[in-house]
DNA sequence: AGGGGATCGAACCACTTGGTTCGAAAAAAG
DNA sequence: CTTTTTTCGAACCAAGTGGTTCGATCCCCT
């Protein structure tokens, strides 16, 4: 252990605090650690290392030099490899899950709702970037398997309750016939994305979906959920 | 532990070599790095490891405890820890997909075809020991491409393959009305493990599935499939 | 202009890595 | 038995690891 003392986690509480002391713009000089612009930098340069490397295959060499920043600095803004790692992944999980359900409003037809949705949801899920996230965090998923965990719940569980709460409405407004609405929102998922996303993951395909493979299997898919679930 | 071996895959040079050279049974000394018996012990070992470190935080050392084998042998029969791995990958593929596909056979009824199918499926694919060994792979896919991709074409996709000509010939047959048949492959395969796989592949549930749970996602979508497909 | 502190960068630390070497032990062959 | 050869085990190697230290910069604030 050591000398270094600044408060370690920081940035939630520092920028709080920061708000608090001051409604206006806030510019003075900032303490060691607390420049968010800096830390940013530190981030993005690790989201490259680790999202190409993984993990363990990382190192904070790679960190130093892609990031731009020297490896002290590196070590005021984070405690640990480990630390750095796991508020990446905090970013990967709050990217993936931004901008998708917004879908479900403004078309108050139920198919191209679905529609639209499941090409958002398609769309980001199977891009190169959230490709390699979801890698990375499946990847340390058995040894780390707390950060892992969040992970799901913060991001995939939360959407699905999204998903859920649309369905539902829509099977109390008589357009929907569903018994199990919990299994039909893991379906629905699933089928917009049939074909395209564990091709992905497993690097069968390396460039992302184009249109029309996306169109193919969210229509596909958003079809085939009507026809079993639609008022008949 | 160990040894009690059928030696079911892998060290195909071995045996074709034995084969060839002897017709009744061989058991003179064998050459060094020959013997098929340790070499499944060292690979059990570095199973043992690599499922739940990855390839990278796992070490030579881990795996030379862990088999029981000193480092030198280790080094006689693979001749780096990432020769060791792949060999190790082409069992994780060829056990994922062993005795599944039997389950079509014998069930004359589609529907109740269907479900076998879909029962062994996804008690295998969501089961600990594959879904360890697919984070394995998955982990290191951005930086392995060639392999993890040999890995789903060896795999997964020669499992599409064999559902696809199911389909078709119950398409034929008038059973099912279906347009895209390949994009039906990939449904039926997703919709059986509804709800199951991305929980156990991100680790947000760490035991098997009950058979209740197995249940209600292949009935679910085998109902499902058949709603949408089924002939009318 | 000058002082203070965040950042740099390179050396440094103890330790682990994949991989090799080599004499001793073990075991099968003759 | 002796010989032969695989295996063991531990030492060894160079390179790289995460992490620390520290003087030299550089930049902001007064």
Chains 1, 2 share one sequence.
Do not use: W
């Not at 968010?36 to 989201?47: C, M, N, S, T």
């Amino acid at each position: 252990m050591s000398s270094t003392k600044t408060c370690s986690t920081s940035l939630s509480t520092a920028n709080v605090l920061e708000a608090a002391l001051s409604g206006d713009e806030r510019q003075g000089r900032l303490a060691a650690g607390q420049d968010p612009a800096k830390r940013q930098q530190i981030l993005e340069g690790a989201d490259r290392v680790f999202s190409t490397m993984g993990f363990d295959a990382a190192s904070m060499n790679d960190i130093t030099r892609e990031a731009g920043v020297s490896k002290g600095t590196i070590y005021v803004y984070f405690d640990s490899k480990e630390e750095l790692f796991l508020e990446l992944c905090i970013g990967y999980r709050d990217k993936l899950f931004s901008g998708i359900y917004s879908a479900f409003e403004g078309n108050h037809n139920l198919r191209d709702a679905l529609i639209a949705f499941g090409k958002a949801l398609s769309i980001k899920v199977t891009s190169d970037m959230v490709i390699r996230s979801q890698r990375v965090v499946i990847g340390v998923a058995q040894r780390m398997p707390s950060m892992s965990r969040s992970f799901y719940e913060q991001g995939p569980k939360k959407g699905q309750a999204i998903v859920k709460a649309f369905l539902e409405k829509h099977v109390a407004a008589g357009d929907l016939e569903i018994e199990d609405t919990e299994l039909a929102t893991h379906q629905l998922s699933d089928l917009m994305m049939s074909g395209l996303f564990k091709r992905r993951l497993f690097g069968f395909t390396d460039k992302e979906p184009t249109e029309e493979e996306i169109n193919r299997a969210v229509i596909g898919g958003v079809d085939m959920f009507l026809r079993a679930y639609g008022k008949r």
